[in-house]
């Protein structure tokens, strides 16, 4: 009898191609360091947390800073748009800037 994948956990991970797996690997990555930034404290101070952002990130207009508003999904989006790079990218350089924040 062949059992189907998605039934089971864990033949659902054996069968799943390495695509898959790495970027499952970058999310879970990406939402332990987000552990480094309470999202939801930056959400309330937004204003003075969104000048480190536009330290770190020159290209983001005052503009598209109002329309984040503390979101950190898009931030993300908004640094690949405005950067002209990829999701894993932007996830990746905001991972970092994260690391580089004290506790917010």
């Given at each position: 009898m062949i059992c189907d994948p998605r039934s089971n956990p864990r033949t659902l991970a054996l069968v799943r191609n390495r695509t898959d797996a790495t970027q499952w690997v970058a999310h879970a990555e990406a939402s332990n360091q987000e552990k480094n930034v309470n999202w939801d404290i930056a959400k309330g101070n937004w204003k003075q947390f969104r000048?480190?952002?536009?330290?770190?990130?020159?290209?983001?207009?005052?503009?598209?800073?109002?329309?984040?508003?503390?979101?950190?999904?898009?931030?993300?989006?908004?640094?690949?748009?405005?950067y002209g790079i990829s999701k894993d990218e932007?996830?990746?350089?905001l991972a970092a800037f994260e690391l580089t924040?004290?506790?917010v």
């Open positions: 000048g480190q952002v536009k330290a770190q990130w020159g290209k983001l207009t005052d503009d598209q800073l109002e329309v984040i508003d503390g979101r950190r999904v898009e931030l993300a989006g908004r640094i690949q748009e405005a932007a996830e990746r350089q924040q004290k506790s």
